[in-house]
Structure formats: C-alpha cells, structure tokens
C-alpha cells in the first residue's frame, strides 16, 4: 500500500455530465499527478499540482481540470464527459525537489461513461 | 502520444523460468522506472534507474538502461504465479512538472 487514496473506486456517468475525482496523498509529498488509462494502454499524464497550482499539463483538452488544496490533497474534474473518457483514472503523489521522481500511486478511479 | 513501446506486448512462461521484458523511448530522459499492476488496478512501483547509471538490482529484479539505444530491459528471475501482471516502462522527464511518460505495457503471464 502506497498510502495514497481515491475516491470513489467505481462511477458511472452519461455523455455530457460532469464528474468530479478526489486523491489524498501520501503524507509528505506535496505534489500531486493526475494520469488517465485507456483499457489495454499505458497511463497518459492530465496534470501535475504543487503547492496548489497547476505545475505541468498534457494534452488534454480544457474541460479536464483540477484542484490542490492546502494539505495537499486534489481534485480532478471532468466536464462535458464523452465516451472516450471512460478509463481508469489514477493519481499519483510525489515530493517535489530533486531531479528523480519517483510516483506513489493510488488505485484509481474507474470511470464509465454511457 | 506515449514514448516507450515494450516488447513483447505479451509473455507466457512457466513458473521458475526468468521473463525478460524490454522497452525503447525516444526523446532524453532524466531517469526511467519500471512499475506493475495487477487487473487493472493502481500501478505499484518497482525501481528506478538514473539515466547516469547501467544496471540496478533488486531482489529477484535486473534492470539495465543503455541511453546510447536508447532502451531499457526489465529482468525477473526465478518467476512466482505471483508475478503475473501487466509491466510498464516510464521515462521520467522534467519539462515544469516532473512528469512520467507511459509505454504500452507487457503483460506476463506465469503458469504454474
């Protein structure tokens, strides 16, 4: 167990709804990483928080938006939810400094959308 | 776009046989990791290689990282019924955020 949490485990959504994704992280790391995993595909990086700002994003489109709360904890939102958003979706905590980031992640969020 | 492609994409052995899994990326990188998961669940880490360094151990876990090819190889030894599961190669690179680019994945099957 890594320590870092998510909820919830399962969600079901219909196409145009919006979602909302929560992970706390493991204690002492203050940077947060949000990835998206399409079935039979590696993870794919949404976005990276620390110190509750936006540090870093892949291409994703707008409607794919997150927080970072001061204990560190996060928030992934998802709106206008297409079918192709259906995936597992993990987050991953990490302390920031250093050149190697080694990622601590939780079990994810596995989203359908209908 | 993901970098890393694995190969093979898939890998059946017998159990006490070693699995050995490789990976290529394509662009610089700071450092390259190997993670597993188990159906489809949170990824569980496994070691890390510097970009400055050759080989790395641990346990029954071999990795090797040649930057020149730009490929890395991820051995097991002495496989369990246990270590069955999908493995993913991911380069980590610090472009702002410290980010992890994903390859596709391996997935090892042990037959008892």
């Known amino acids: 167990e890594t320590g870092v949490t998510q909820s919830p485990t399962h969600l079901i959504k219909t196409r145009g709804q919006q979602v909302t994704l929560r992970c706390s992280s493991q204690s002492g790391h203050n940077t947060v990483s949000w990835y998206q995993q399409a079935l039979g595909q590696g993870p794919q990086f949404i976005f990276q928080y620390y110190r509750e700002e936006e540090n870093g994003r892949g291409n994703f489109p707008p409607r794919f938006s997150g927080l970072q709360f001061p204990n560190y904890s996060s928030e992934l939102n998802v709106n206008a939810l297409e079918l192709d958003d259906s995936a597992l979706y993990l987050c991953?905590?990490?302390?920031?400094?250093?050149?190697?980031?080694?990622?601590?992640f939780g079990p994810g969020t596995r989203l359908t959308v209908l | 776009s993901q970098q890393g492609e694995e190969d093979p994409q898939a890998l059946s052995i017998q159990e006490g046989e070693n699995a050995t899994m490789n990976c290529s990326y394509k662009?610089?990188?700071?450092?390259l990791q190997w993670y597993r998961q188990n159906s489809g669940r949170g990824l569980v880490h496994l070691i890390l290689?510097?970009?400055?360094?050759r080989e790395k151990h641990s346990g029954r876990l071999r990795v090797t990282l040649d930057t020149s090819k730009k490929s890395s190889s991820l051995l097991i030894t002495a496989s369990r019924a246990a270590d069955t599961a999908s493995y993913f190669c991911a380069t980590g690179i610090i472009q702002g955020a410290q980010k992890l680019v994903f390859g596709q994945g391996t997935r090892l099957t042990i037959n008892p």
């Open positions: 991953a905590s990490s302390p920031i400094g250093g050149p190697y980031n080694e990622q601590f």
């Open positions: 290689i510097r970009s400055n360094e």
């Open positions: 662009t610089s990188i700071n450092n």
